[in-house]
Each structure stands twice: as C-alpha cells, then as structure tokens.
C-alpha cells in the first residue's frame, strides 16, 4: 500500500495531519481569492510529502440554488514571506500520528486559513503556478449542507505525493486553496484537512 511504503523511505522523520476550519465567510464573497496556505519553508534541506488535501464546505444561510463554486489547489514557488489575515495556525507539538515523532516544522503563521473576511488571505510574496494541481467543483442548492467532501489530493489515486522544498526564504514552496468562481449567496464554513510527511535534513 502507498502509504505503508511511504514510511519506509529513507530519511522520513515523521507524519503529521491536520483539519483547519475557517470563520464564517461572509456572503458575496470576492472570487479569486486565497482562502487556505500551507508554506513549507524549514530552511534546511527537509521536503515535505503531502498525501493528501481534502476540503469541506457548509453554509450559516442557505445557498442560490442552481450555482456552482469551483476550488483549485495550487502549487506556489519563491515564497519569500508568508501570507497574513486569517487565522494562523500554530502547531507546536501537535498533530503527530505518533507521540514519538518530532515536532512538525512547520513554522507558525505558514498554515493560514480565512476567517470572515469575503476579500480572502493577503497572498504573501510569491508566485503560484499557472495552472492548478487539480480543480473542481460543488454544487449549491437550497439548504445549508455542502457536499460530503472535496478531494484535491490524494496519494491512494494519484500514486504520487506532493513534494514541497524550502531550504531557504527565497525557494519556500506551497500548497494554497483559491476559489476561482464564488457564483452563489451564502455564507460558508470550509474546513481543510491535510496529510503530510516530513523528512530528516540531510
């Protein structure tokens, strides 16, 4: 299985796993927004393997039925200084799926999810890929309930994992979740819910 050989390979210090829920996002909210960040940036020669990336979605008021939201999932590069607004997510010794491991290092403020403000995250200093690793959608209709889930990454399909590097400031690399059309009234909650492993400096 992918996963099991995945702790196999060498170098692997440990695995990680978080769910990041945002406020309620207030209606009309702007399109092509930022709403999530995941910056890697352990200023050593670390990677981080991130295996999975799924998304949940409800609304406080009722959606426009008939509409669509579609979600992208970008890969950024050069991410020299770290997004702002939202809340920033702090993990400390948390979030390990084995007390041994090591403490992620991930930094503090490099997980960002947006809490209620409609214009999203403040992008930070980078450049994300023309187009996306994966996009999609989910459909709105008359009733507060999103749909189940929305995978944007998951290692068991693509057989691969998304490698990020950051051995400086200036080549951190990142994950981050946009909503290039937000075509319905309502007032979401989305949570985002990541798998990841990281590896020992060299």
């Known amino acids: 299985m992918i996963l099991n050989e995945l ?12 769910a990041f829920t945002s406020g309620v996002i ?9 709403y999530f960040h995941f910056r890697w940036q352990p200023l050593t020669t670390s990677v981080c393997h991130v295996l999975s990336v799924v998304m949940t979605e409800g609304s406080a008021v009722s959606w426009t039925a008939g509409t669509a939201n579609h ?6 590069r050069a991410w020299s200084v770290q997004g702002s607004d ?8 948390g979030n390990k799926l084995d007390s041994n491991y ?21 992008v930070g200093t980078k450049t994300n890929e023309t187009h996306p690793l994966r996009r999609t959608q989910f459909p709105t209709h008359p009733n507060t309930q999103g749909p189940p889930e929305l995978v944007l990454w998951d290692v068991t399909k693509t057989g691969r994992t998304i490698m990020l590097r950051g051995p400086t400031a200036a080549t951190a690399e990142g994950l981050v979740i946009t909503m290039p059309t937000f075509g319905a009234a309502g007032t979401p909650i989305i949570t985002v819910s990541v798998v990841w492993a990281e590896t020992m400096p060299a």
């Open 102 to 122: 090591p403490a992620s290092q991930v930094s503090i403020g490099d997980i960002r999810i947006v809490d209620t403000a409609n214009d999203g995250l403040n």
């Open 26 to 34: 207030v209606a009309a909210a702007d399109t092509n927004r930022e």
């Open 71 to 76: 979600v992208a999932l970008f890969r950024a």
């Open 86 to 93: 939202g809340t920033a997510i702090t993990l400390g010794t």
């Open 7 to 18: 702790t196999e390979i060498s170098g692997v210090a440990g695995h990680y796993s978080g």
